[in-house]
């Protein structure tokens, strides 16, 4: 039996440049930042006191009357629901419906939704008996149930995201949601796009949501010592490969992409943006909070891509150009991650690794955690379309050991060479998960 081929049929994004699937990509490949001082909550007294934070985001705006029904959503969901109908409307399903509900499935990698912060500080402070150094329950959860609401707590579960986008577009088939930290929308999409291949759906929506960007996120990185704390100079915090960089950036928003069998693409007249054409997991084994030094998962990811595409990294066309035409890096700007992900890379594709543009859009939106594997992937997508690829921004003075084409500063216009035919997407989390998708141009 022939296997069956997944393509990408829609495409939608919420970041901090924006929701417009172009205008994103332009305000990319300019270089742009949506790094700022955070505004959503009193972070003066933080060490790192600056994110990437989605403005003037409106769920009408996207929904319409259709945004009623998930008024009590987080707001990680409804960044969601909001990518989820930009790319259900690119790929042009009647009414923004799954064209054959129990054939089309939701597989997330969607995080915690936020915790209803003020009113549970306020509910424990209430409960505290200071004389006996102990909780009141009584005290506790009466504070509770007069200050906090019982659906807020509920959408803070975060497989309440896929529940919302089942119902939003009538897919009542394969429903999954995995957590595997900064790895985890990557590794959506991935199995995504097994289970297609497999004959248990026809359409995936597929993708990640996430924002940590309130106190506890916040001051949970920067206990690990994972952040920036360049407070004078927010914009040009996040430096990935830089050797001044300090840590990363933290951001927020969703990528949700349509992926389809491509008989079924075909049959009801839909355009082809891509094809997934390998996917590649792998575990660390390692530690839970540093990757393996050498890289040996990451590259393991790589290379099971690869070898699903049919790709020898090893090999070149007859100019000399590798089949692998950009890598979007990881690319946190952490010390550990960006020297371990160059030496992947250089694992991978030997003496031809300098050859392949390599870049980190975490310069640039920051860090969406969750969410960060779909939206880069939809900037490899891009990048075939148009055949540019975005820069590094803020890599000014290069890490002697991170030394390939990290295409710092300036996008890059690929065309001359032949466009991007392939494109790697690497995601890598907390916990050793390392998560590889290969997308390539559509072709019969």
Not at 359 to 386: D, N, P, R
Not at 410 to 424: E, I, K, Q, S
Request: hydrophobic share 40%.
């Amino acid at each position: 039996m022939t296997e069956r081929r997944v393509v990408i049929t829609g495409m939608g994004w919420v970041t901090p440049l924006g929701t417009d699937l172009d205008g994103v990509w332009n305000r990319l490949l300019a270089g742009e930042t949506g790094i700022g001082p955070i505004e959503r909550f009193d972070a003066s007294t933080f060490s790192t006191n600056f994110a990437a934070e989605v403005k003037d985001f409106d769920l009408r705006a996207h929904l319409g009357d259709r945004a009623d029904d998930h008024a009590e959503a987080g707001i990680s969901t409804k960044y969601a629901l909001a990518a989820a109908m930009n790319a259900v409307t690119q790929a042009g399903f009647a009414g923004q419906r799954a064209p054959d509900p129990a054939r089309c499935g939701v597989y997330l990698g969607a995080g915690e939704g936020t915790l209803d912060y003020d009113h549970f500080m306020a509910t424990h402070v209430a409960g505290w008996d200071a004389e006996s150094r102990s909780v009141d329950s009584v005290k506790w959860a009466k504070r509770a149930h007069e200050g906090m609401n019982a659906l807020l707590e509920l959408e803070q579960e975060p497989h309440l995201t896929v529940t919302h986008l089942a119902e939003a577009f009538g897919a009542s088939g394969p429903a999954f949601n995995c957590m595997t930290a900064c790895a985890a929308s990557a590794q959506a999409t991935g199995e995504a796009a097994e289970i297609i291949k497999r004959g248990d759906a026809d359409v995936m929506l597929a993708g990640g949501a996430h924002t940590m960007i309130h106190p506890f996120g916040m001051s949970g990185f920067i206990r690990l010592t994972a952040m920036s704390t360049r407070r004078d100079d927010p914009q040009n915090a996040s430096r990935p490969f830089d050797a001044a960089r300090d840590g990363f950036v933290m951001g927020e928003g969703a990528g949700i992409l349509v992926l389809e069998d491509l008989d079924h693409a075909r049959a009801r007249g839909a355009t082809i943006l891509a094809e997934v054409a390998g996917y590649g997991s792998t575990a660390d084994a390692y530690r839970i909070t540093d990757i393996h030094p050498e890289g040996k998962g990451a590259a393991g990811a790589m290379r099971q891509a690869l070898g699903e595409a049919g790709i020898d990294p090893s090999a070149t066309d007859a100019n000399g150009r590798p089949f692998v035409h950009y890598i979007n890096a990881h690319g946190t700007g952490t010390q550990e991650n960006d020297k371990t992900e160059t030496a992947a890379v250089k694992a991978v594709f030997g003496e031809h690794a300098p050859k392949v543009p390599f870049s980190s859009i975490k310069s640039m939106l920051g860090h969406l955690i969750q969410a960060a594997g779909a939206v880069e992937l939809i900037t490899c997508v891009k990048a075939i379309e148009t055949g540019w690829v975005p820069p590094t921004r803020n890599l000014e003075n290069p890490d002697p050991v991170c030394d390939l084409d990290y295409v710092p500063g300036t996008a890059r216009d690929l065309n001359p060479a032949g466009g991007v035919d392939v494109c790697l997407s690497n995601s890598f989390g907390f916990g050793g998960q390392n998560d590889t998708v290969c997308v390539r141009r559509y072709r019969d």
